[in-house]
């Protein structure tokens, strides 16, 4: 194994990270929300729970520094969207070079609203750093699905906008959708007939696979991913230029120290289960950081479980304020709340209060604005239905009952009373 050499670099980079917290310290950071307080009108003082971040760092392994290596290379080249991106994307590489130990492989979506957001410039430092990459630009599924063997490549596709961007394109490359969908997951083969005999074959599709692209990629695959939000750089933010031939000979060094580290911890992180800060399919896909971050040990594991509830988070928020889904049941619970809890509201009533908001989009859906055709519609995927609901003066009009929804509050959006998760489950 090479030597680690100092990374003149490294130095400040670290300088820039947030500040490691001590328990006990009193300027660690600021005051958090569930602090105790002193003001209690029994004179009683709450018991400190203490937060994650607080937790004292596992003893640093030669991973952490071969990831503190890797970050900030990525930094010297790339400006990602936090701090918390930047350690994520660190984590992701590595996990890259551990891949017959994960159950599954996420994909790392590298989105951005315009050009020249250093979309193109991540993936060229990841295709140094990364597993056996495969660019896959301008190629086939078939092509990519029998490039995946048992052994996997690191799959990254650049300009991915081309192929998903627009619903006929996306329409067009649907077989390339399900194999990335199908990927995400171990033992999901594609069967294809080869040969002059036609005999069916499985093909493997289990892969890492980064993604480039203007806009956000279809929603299947958003959601088995880590996603990165690149952004123009600002006045005054610099990188440095990247030059393949002075640049990629270290790049490969320090890939080589990581696979060389990694080898050994397959079985370690195949039979890891750690504790994550999250649940089902963002566990599923965050796990494999989580779990590299572990094995590196150092401030790493509470990096990556920090990185992964705030990103988690941003994208449930982004995906709140999208139009239908969510959104709409998220917009009914406080059309309810604000009537103080009716039992029920008429059609009419509920479209009503949903286009006051000038804030959502109800108002201007469609060409009328959202419409009882359009609601029912948005509901009934949701298994909710309208009904006839009476009226003060015993008279009955079409409208919706509020204990109909409340399961689907309780699943799908991000709070909910008391009260309703309890009447939903009874």
């Not at 492989?105 to 597993?131: I, Q, W, Y």
């Not at 594991?301 to 941003?314: D, E, I, L, P, T």
């Not at 959104?327 to 009419?348: G, H, K, W, Y």
Request: hydrophobic share 40%.
């Amino acid at each position: 194994m090479q030597p680690t050499t100092p990374d003149p670099d490294l130095a400040s980079a670290k300088a820039a990270w947030p500040p490691v917290a001590v328990p006990g310290r009193p300027d660690h950071g600021p005051p958090r929300e569930n602090a105790p307080t002193t003001g209690d009108s029994d004179g009683a003082h709450a018991e400190a729970v203490p937060d994650e971040e607080e937790i004292p760092d596992a003893p640093a392994t030669e991973g952490s520094g071969l990831l503190d290596d890797l970050r900030s290379r990525i930094a010297r080249f790339v400006i990602l969207p936090s701090e918390q991106a930047l350690d994520a994307v660190t984590l992701w590489v590595a996990a890259t070079h551990l891949q017959p130990a994960w159950q599954h492989a996420p994909r790392l979506a590298v989105v951005g609203p315009a050009k020249r957001c250093g979309k193109s410039r991540l993936l060229d430092v990841l295709t140094e750093t990364v597993h056996e990459p495969m660019l896959t630009i301008n190629t086939t599924p078939a092509a990519v699905f029998r490039s995946i063997s048992e052994e996997p490549p690191t799959l990254l596709m650049d300009e991915a906008d081309t192929i998903f961007g627009t619903p006929k394109q996306a329409e067009k490359n649907e077989e390339m959708r399900g194999l990335l969908n199908a990927g995400h997951q171990r033992n999901r083969y594609v069967t294809r007939v080869v040969g002059n005999d036609h005999t069916p074959h499985r093909f493997a599709t289990f892969a890492m696979a980064a993604l480039a692209g203007i806009g956000d990629l279809p929603d299947t695959i958003m959601d088995r991913s880590i996603v990165v939000r690149m952004r123009r750089r600002a006045e005054g933010e610099h990188v440095r230029p990247f030059r393949s031939r002075r640049d990629i000979p270290a790049l490969h060094g320090l890939r080589d120290r990581i696979a060389a580290w990694a080898k050994p911890l397959v079985d370690e992180a195949a039979n890891s289960e750690p504790k994550m800060p999250v649940e089902d399919r963002a566990a599923d896909t965050w796990e494999p950081l989580v779990i590299v971050a572990d094995l590196a040990a150092g401030p790493w594991s509470r990096r990556a479980r920090m990185a992964c509830k705030a990103m988690v988070a941003a994208e449930a928020a982004a995906e709140a304020d999208q139009p239908g889904g969510a959104r709409i049941l998220a917009d009914i619970r406080t059309v309810f709340a604000a009537q103080r809890e009716p039992d029920s509201l008429t059609t009419d009533e509920l479209l009503h209060q949903l286009r006051q908001d000038a804030e959502s989009p109800w108002a201007e859906w469609g060409r009328y604005g959202l419409t009882a055709r359009d609601l029912a519609a948005m509901l009934r995927e949701f298994g909710i239905k309208p009904g006839n609901v009476r009226l003060l003066d015993g008279t009955q009009r079409k409208g919706y009952m509020r204990n109909r929804f409340l399961d689907a509050w309780r699943r799908y959006c991000p709070t909910v009373h008391p009260q309703d998760a309890s009447l939903a489950s009874g």
